[in-house]
């Protein structure tokens, strides 16, 4: 496996995938190691998450520095992941003694009724590598605290993060066999749900996550899967198009518009629309693109080599259709993944950029007539990931987002993810959950116990 650096395409580094023998012997380690885990006191747990966190703030530069150089995200980008990622660590290390704590629900006469969470007991995790700390540690955190042993495969384009990752937990005091690094691309993965696991837990794309459903079916075990989006935000006639549109041009081009949750879709209504189009350009033009390394960039390379000819076809597709760009539209010619940071206008839902996700600093910006026909396009879609209102009245809001079919929903703000709420997916954007206390009994089965006295 050769590891690339996508701003340049220079190899960073080799090494070897996990052969068949490899996963096996690690799921075995796994497995052997779970009772005793599940056994250890949950303090002794939270502690070792505690010191995890600490080390993550003792090398966030020297974490971030191995990201950018492997998955071209701009450095300030790695940083304030991993800075974000604390405060998720703190939600779980708040959270997890209550969640896990058993409920009596009944006592009279006699008998009584308690309701118990157990973990669940060796899972697969399965990860992307846009946000390697976030949706990493949405399942490993978690699934550790509740008693899980975790196989942990990190995506193939961020797999030297994700080694960093398992040597920080181990130097923490999470025994080696508890949280086992898996190295390798999907076959590896393939391999690695042929085990007998209890439970996968994925991200990454639709196309994946299909096939991991369809290789554990019949199984019977725990199935998540946090997949993609074709975000859609809507621009109301009555807000300050600006404002709106800095916001939102954040929200499309954020770690180079390859968030799960970046805005993909903007409907505009047709009052605001000509102010908040050029908004949005001037908006654009200011972000700096560039080697990911420097402070400066806000723009930097693609992970992926494939992905720029996605975004080259979306732009065919629609320039064909009769869209006008407004900007970019084209690879950088120079070696690496580099694409324009692109905006469309006169797009419409016949044109893939408006359908596909496209994962890249690209957006389509339709003009609507009103409220109804923002709520149909919205809703026109495959994927329901996020999905947002910009207006200054809260029931339009609220009214127009509760028609949404999304996991998320957003008013006056876009491509955020808390903690204390629930992420997850509609449709193709996937099935389960991660985050927030439901995030954290998801990694458990519940058991009821029926106790008599007498
Ligand atoms: P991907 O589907 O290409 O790969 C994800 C992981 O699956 C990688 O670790 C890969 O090695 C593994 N894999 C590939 N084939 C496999 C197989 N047959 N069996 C088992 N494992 C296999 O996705 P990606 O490019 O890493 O990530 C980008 C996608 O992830 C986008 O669609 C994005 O929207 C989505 N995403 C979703 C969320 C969310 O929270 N919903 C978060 C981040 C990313």
């Not at 604390?86 to 009724?113: C, H, N, W, Y």
């Not at 490993?140 to 993060?161: D, R, W």
Request: glycine share 10%; proline share 5%; hydrophobic share 40%.
């Amino acid at each position: 496996m050769k590891i690339l650096n996508p701003a340049d395409d220079t190899v960073i580094t080799e090494l070897s995938d996990d052969t068949p023998e490899m996963v096996h012997n690690k799921y075995r380690a796994a497995r052997a190691a779970q009772p005793d885990w599940a056994a250890t006191a949950l303090s002794t747990r939270l502690n070792a998450i505690r010191q995890f966190r600490e080390l993550m703030v003792r090398d966030t530069e020297q974490l971030a520095s191995v990201t950018t150089a492997e998955t071209g995200k701009p450095i300030r980008m790695s940083r304030n992941e991993i800075n974000g990622l604390l405060g998720r660590i703190d939600f779980f290390l708040e959270q997890t003694e209550k969640t896990l704590r058993p409920a009596s629900v009944f006592d009279e006469g006699g008998m009584r009724e308690e309701i118990s969470l157990e973990p669940l007991g060796v899972i697969a995790n399965i990860s992307a590598w846009n946000y390697p700390y976030f949706v990493g540690a949405n399942v490993f955190i978690p699934a550790l605290l509740t008693g899980n042993t975790v196989l942990y495969k990190p995506s193939e384009f961020s797999t030297l993060t994700g080694v960093e990752i398992g040597k920080r937990l181990h130097e923490a005091g999470i025994p080696k066999d508890v949280f086992i690094t898996v190295a390798g691309g999907g076959d590896t993965g393939a391999e690695l749900l042929k085990q007998p696991i209890d439970g996968v837990f994925f991200t990454g794309s639709y196309a994946t996550g299909r096939k991991i459903a369809e290789a554990v079916a019949g199984r019977m075990i725990k199935l998540q899967l946090e997949l993609g989006g074709k975000d859609p935000t809507y621009v109301c006639d009555d807000v300050d198009p600006a404002a709106a549109a800095a916001s939102l041009a954040d929200g499309a081009m954020y770690n180079t518009g390859q968030s799960c949750c970046s805005v993909e879709r903007i409907y505009v209504h047709e009052k605001v629309f000509a102010p908040f189009v050029e908004a949005f350009v001037n908006e654009v033009k200011g972000f700096v693109v560039g080697d990911p390394a420097s402070e400066k960039t806000y723009i930097g390379p693609l992970t992926r080599g494939p992905q720029v000819e996605v975004l080259e076809a979306q732009v065919n597709d629609a320039r064909t259709k009769g869209a006008r760009i407004l900007l970019g539209g084209k690879r950088i010619d120079k070696p690496g993944n580099w694409f324009e940071p692109t905006v469309l206008v006169d797009v419409n839902h016949t044109m893939a950029v408006m359908q596909e996700e496209s994962f890249g600093p690209i957006i389509g910006i339709q003009k609507v007539s009103g409220d109804a026909e923002a709520r149909k396009l919205m809703n026109d879609t495959e994927y329901g990931l996020t999905a947002g209102v910009y207006t200054k009245d809260a029931t339009r809001a609220r009214t127009i987002l509760s028609g949404i079919r999304a996991g998320s929903v957003y008013w006056n703000c876009c491509d955020r993810v808390s903690p204390r709420l629930p992420w997850s997916g509609v449709g193709h954007s996937g099935v389960g959950l991660t985050l927030s206390t439901y995030g954290i009994e998801t990694f458990t089965r519940t058991k009821g116990w029926h106790l008599r006295s007498a």
